[in-house]
């Protein structure tokens, strides 16, 4: 067996693009985000097709088992829908003890936060940030700029995702151009 193994995965450190046989992809579309924006009279006049953001994947283990540090490009285009900014749908790990870690590559935007007493906060995102989600705290990405808003997400395999407490119930603050400016708002 030869001692040198070539990578089978690359990362483009200069766009979060991944590239190897073993990444994933999934577009999540406009129609793919029901209920998530305020205005869901707005959202459903939109074009329920276009893309609202795309993920990349590197998961060395399946979901929910552990062994491995997954990596994620999501891509998040830049829009809106009524007032509001376009954003991911956010979600709790479902083992509450697994943290993650963000890495914007490019574009602006929030990231969205809040903990399991309901606590919510913000930090602003821009190429370079780096973000600790900790553990037990839901997360969600606004883009508030012009550009596609890129980030590299890194989680232990065995983290889980649970989307149903956001679905249901939202992060309590939203992300809404007010006065012509991106602002965090209570909702
Ligand atoms: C995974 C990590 C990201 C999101 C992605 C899409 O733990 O937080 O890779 O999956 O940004 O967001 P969502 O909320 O639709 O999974
Ligand atoms: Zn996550």
Request: contains cysteine; proline residues 6%.
């Amino acid at each position: 067996m030869s001692l040198v193994v070539e990578p089978k995965v690359y990362v483009d450190v200069l766009t979060g693009e991944l590239t190897g046989g073993r990444v994933t992809e999934s577009t999540r579309t406009i129609g793919g985000l029901q209920g998530y924006f305020l205005d869901e009279t707005v959202r459903m006049a939109m074009d329920q097709s276009s893309p609202a953001y795309r993920v990349q994947a590197f998961e060395p283990e399946k979901e929910g088992t552990p062994g491995a540090i997954c990596l994620a490009t999501t891509t998040l285009y830049a829009g809106m829908v009524g007032d509001e900014y376009f954003l991911t749908r956010g979600h709790f790990h479902v083992n509450e003890d697994r943290p993650e870690l963000e890495v914007t590559v490019n574009g602006t935007g929030f990231l969205v936060l809040m903990d399991a007493t309901g606590k919510t906060w913000t930090e602003s995102m821009s190429a370079g940030s780096v973000h600790h989600v900790p553990p037990a705290t839901a997360h969600r990405v606004a883009n508030i700029g012009v550009e596609p808003l890129v980030f590299i997400s890194y989680w232990p395999s065995e983290t889980g995702h649970d989307y149903a407490p956001i679905a249901e119930r939202g992060f309590g603050i939203r992300v809404r151009q007010v006065d012509g400016k991106p602002t965090v708002v209570r909702s």
